[in-house]
């Protein structure tokens, strides 16, 4: 069974420092990896993608993430973060491009102090 | 812009009334899709459909019910609501290359 974990309940960084969200996937076959970003009272936002080719993706908002393959990683990061970057972030794995069922981590809540 | 859109932001119901959630998209999306999300769990999926009439459980669905009569319309049916039932329930929908839209949400409480 697939599955997703970020250790990463709560995360505290302070305004212009960079960021690094983990997430490990368990999955049995090629993943369709996603990283998702909800503010407080909407819903999900897609931030960036991996299917294939190159390792390390761009998404919105200035933010990338790189596949690992040897550490089924899936590595969230931004090299300095805006106080609109607080939010909770998910990270999730899927198949055939993220059209099936997703399975998401349980969040990491991402506080940013001035 | 694809929207999926959820009937309410806020609901509180009774326990053992029964509660219908809406979510309606407008683009064609074959795939929708019911999690629910509470504080430490993350989202976990409830049903989805792959098209009018299809329903799949997904990995919680005890307690719940789905309905797709039509392609753009999916709704989440808690038969008789209880309280360990109270969460954020999102809905969203997929189309092939485009991955998920999700709608912004419905925060029921059962009281």
């Known amino acids: 069974a697939q599955s997703v974990t970020q250790p990463d309940i709560h995360i505290t960084v302070s305004e212009g420092a960079s960021l690094e969200l983990r997430c490990n996937y368990s999955?049995?076959?090629?993943?369709?990896l996603f990283w998702y970003v909800q503010s407080p009272g909407q819903g999900l936002q897609l931030l960036l993608k991996?299917?294939?080719?190159?390792?390390l993706v761009q998404g919105i908002k200035g933010f990338e993430a790189e596949f690992k393959r040897s550490q089924s990683s899936f590595n969230l990061r931004k090299p300095s973060v805006h106080w609109s970057d607080a939010a909770e972030y998910f990270c999730?794995?899927?198949?055939?491009?993220?059209?099936?069922?997703?399975?998401f981590g349980t969040g990491t809540r991402l506080t940013i102090i001035p | 812009d694809v929207k999926v859109t959820q009937s309410s932001r806020y609901l509180v119901k009774r326990t053992g009334e029964k509660v219908f959630l809406e979510c309606v998209q407008d683009?064609?999306?074959?795939?929708m899709f019911w999690y629910r999300q509470d504080p430490g769990l993350g989202l976990r999926l409830i049903y989805f459909?792959?098209?009018?009439?299809?329903?799949e459980k997904g990995d919680i669905p005890e307690g719940y019910s789905v309905s797709r009569e039509k392609k753009e319309r999916f709704s989440l049916i808690l038969e008789s609501a209880s309280t360990n039932q109270t969460s954020m329930y999102l809905c969203?929908?997929?189309?092939?290359?485009?991955?998920?839209?999700f709608g912004s949400g419905t925060r029921l409480t059962v009281v």
């Open positions: 969203a929908s997929t189309h092939r290359h485009y991955g998920y839209t």
């Open positions: 999955y049995g076959a090629t993943p369709y």
């Open positions: 991996y299917f294939s080719g190159d390792t």
């Open positions: 999730a794995v899927g198949s055939n491009f993220g059209n099936e069922k997703l399975t």
């Open positions: 683009m064609d999306h074959e795939n």
């Open positions: 459909s792959y098209d009018v009439k299809m329903k």
